[in-house]
Nanobody, 124 residues
Framework: QLQLVESGGGLVQPGGSLRLSCKAS????????ILWSRRAPGKEREGVSC??????NYVESVRGRFTISRDNAENTVYLQMDSLKPDDTAVYYC???????????????????WGQGTQVTVSS
């Protein structure tokens, strides 16, 4: 069983930066594919970025602004978010599935472990 805890959300002005963290507890963390997903008010959940065995994937709307990374020794995945826009406002979730899916899917239905989420608000 894997447990995920997100942190690092907050209020930031447009153009600003935040770094989200997803801390996992459980064995063999390096054998999991990890997804960052978000749900904006009134919208469906959207996959933002994924990492698996060194491979990464991004939704087009964040490509070039967000960077995903992972530290397997610390059981943690990060999402560095730069040049934030009001449209990035959402609750951000970390999710995981056991196994290294090298296509790094952004579809939420693939993942069966989820954190509670952290709120990101981009506003002046």
């Amino acid at each position: 069983q894997l447990q995920l805890v997100e942190s690092g959300g907050g209020l930031v002005q447009p153009g600003g930066s935040l770094r989200l963290s997803c801390k996992a507890s459980g064995p063999n963390f390096d054998y999991y594919t990890i997804l960052w997903s978000r749900r904006a008010p009134g919208k469906e959940r959207e996959g933002v970025s994924c990492t698996a065995d060194g491979r990464v994937n991004y939704v087009e709307s964040v490509r070039g602004r967000f960077t995903i990374s992972r530290d397997n020794a610390e059981n943690t995945v990060y999402l560095q978010m730069d040049s934030l826009k009001p449209d990035d406002t959402a609750v951000y979730y970390c999710a995981a599935v056991r196994g290294l899916i090298l296509t790094c899917p952004l579809s939420s239905w693939v993942y069966n472990y989820w954190g509670q989420g952290t709120q990101v608000t981009v506003s002046s």
